[in-house]
Nanobody
Framework: QVQLVESGGGSVQAGRSLRLTCAAS????????MGWFRQVSGKEREAVAL???????TYLDSVKGRFTISQDNAKNTLYLQMNNLNPDDTAMYFC???????????????????WGQGTQVIVSS
């Protein structure tokens, strides 16, 4: 049973930083594309950052240079370091996992089969 549990969200002022953490369990011996998505009420969930089994990251254009995704395989933990936050980053952030995808070939919400419950990020101006 795969479980993903996010933490680290909160309310900050623009320009500040937050680090999100996703504790994963039940991944077993497989290949996984891991990612962070975000969703604003009434809008579709969008991929913010993905990381493949080689630790190669991809980012949403609007977060490039500000966000960094990383993973610690020994701890089964995924991170999202978010710097220089702005109000447009306000959203619910979700950790997601896609099995049998070594190089993150799928990057849409429907491509991911496992999700955490989400952690809220609020950025005020």
């Amino acid at each position: 049973q795969v479980q993903l549990v996010e933490s680290g969200g909160g309310s900050v002022q623009a320009g500040r930083s937050l680090r999100l953490t996703c504790a994963a369990s039940g991944l077993g011996y497989s290949t996984w594309c891991m990612g962070w998505f975000r969703q604003v009420s009434g809008k579709e969930r969008e991929a913010v950052a993905l990381i493949d089994t080689t630790d190669y990251p991809t980012y949403l254009d609007s977060v490039k240079g500000r966000f960094t995704i990383s993973q610690d395989n020994a701890k089964n933990t995924l991170y999202l370091q978010m710097n220089n936050l702005n109000p447009d980053d306000t959203a619910m952030y979700f950790c997601a996992a896609r099995e049998f995808d070594t190089y993150c070939s799928g990057g849409l919400e429907g491509d991911f089969g496992y999700w955490g419950q989400g952690t809220q990020v609020i950025v005020s101006s």
